[in-house]
């Protein structure tokens, strides 16, 4: 079967750093995404992974392990608006397969 | 920018209406895609679209047809409004490339009564 796995939710102090695991099992990987929705909004292209390593773009850096079925992504500098559900998602041939998201709440 | 928009914000409708959710992007992307978000299930593709005049179901395509009879424009309808047709539905649109990335419309909230 196919089903990608990250946490429900999780909580992080201002300024910190929080990593966010996403674990997938699916047929097919053209590659993998991480979108950030804040609430009642529209999701937002973050990041995309096809190779296995890092892929840095400025506070938000994202990692895949296609061997392993894993990515996470890493945000440093927390701030009270990276307050966002965060989706990771695997494309196949056109489609995209969507793990349920991840809830981040920034604490003062 | 690539621009989704979606009509509708908002929708209330009755059961057993006939329902049409309309989306449009300026990017001229070949791909097109419906989805349903609720709470604890995420993302889930009803219908999407490669061309002109061709679909392909998804994931929970029972209840909703498309159609898409310019490159720029598809339509979600639900045939028959149901309760448990009452949603947050989301349009996106993507190149026909490896990178397809997509992007989203603000999407459109409908309750279903």
């Known amino acids: 079967g196919q089903n990608i796995d990250q946490p429900t939710e999780m909580t992080a102090t201002e300024g910190a750093i929080v990593q966010i695991n996403c674990t997938y099992q699916t047929s097919g990987f053209n590659g993998l995404f991480w979108y950030q929705q804040h609430a009642g909004e529209a999701p937002t292209f973050l990041s995309y992974?096809?190779?296995?390593g890092l892929e840095e773009k400025g506070r938000f850096s994202s990692f895949l392990s296609r061997s392993k079925g894993y990515s996470y992504l890493l945000l440093k500098e927390l701030q009270m608006k990276d307050s966002a559900s965060y989706l990771c998602?695997?494309?196949?041939?056109?489609?995209?397969?969507f793990g349920t998201g991840t809830r981040l709440k920034v604490l003062a | 920018d690539v621009k989704v928009t979606q009509s509708s914000r908002y929708l209330v409708k009755r059961t057993g209406e006939k329902v049409f959710l309309e989306c449009v992007q300026d990017?001229?992307?070949?791909?097109m895609f419906w989805y349903r978000q609720d709470p604890g299930l995420g993302l889930r593709l009803i219908y999407f679209s490669y061309d002109v005049k061709m679909k392909e179901k998804g994931d929970i395509p029972e209840g909703y047809s498309v159609s898409r009879e310019k490159k720029e424009r598809f339509s979600l309808i639900l045939e028959s409004a149901s309760t448990n047709q009452t949603s947050m539905y989301l349009c996106?649109?993507?190149?026909?490339?490896?990178?397809?990335?997509?992007?989203f419309g603000a999407g459109t909230r409908l309750s279903v009564l």
């Open positions: 996106a649109s993507s190149l026909d490339n490896p990178k397809n990335i997509q992007y």
């Open positions: 990017m001229d992307h070949e791909n």
């Open positions: 998602a695997v494309s196949g041939t056109y489609k995209y397969i």
């Open positions: 992974n096809v190779l296995d």
